[in-house]
């Protein structure tokens, strides 16, 4: 599990997800995944951000990733639901 995925600009440490959790991230397309960890919202710039030093894990049909706001390293947590990847595909 201690695979990394690699982003432009953004390396992901498998071993910091759940197995489920890492089995409902490997399928998100890397475009969409892009995408999904650029819109995030950190409570404490106030303002969208990209989550970094994050680890994911299943809570019913959802993923949430949790880790570092990219400009002031504040908590931040992101939410991955079955019906927003369906927006994403359509989208994009």
């Known amino acids: ?13 498998c071993s910091k997800f759940t197995p489920e959790g890492l089995d409902y991230f490997r399928k998100i397309p890397k475009y969409i995944m892009k995408q999904i960890l650029e819109t995030v919202f950190c409570p404490t710039c106030g303002t969208g951000t990209t989550i970094i030093a ?35 595909r359509i989208t994009s």
Request: hydrophobic residues 40%; charged residues 40%.
């Open 1 to 13: 599990m201690g695979e990394i995925i690699q982003l432009p600009d953004l390396d992901i440490d």
């Open 54 to 88: 994050f680890s994911g894990k299943m809570l019913d049909r959802d993923l949430i990733l949790r880790g570092k706001c990219k400009k002031c390293w504040g908590e931040v947590e992101r939410l991955v639901s079955d019906k927003e990847e369906i927006f994403f």
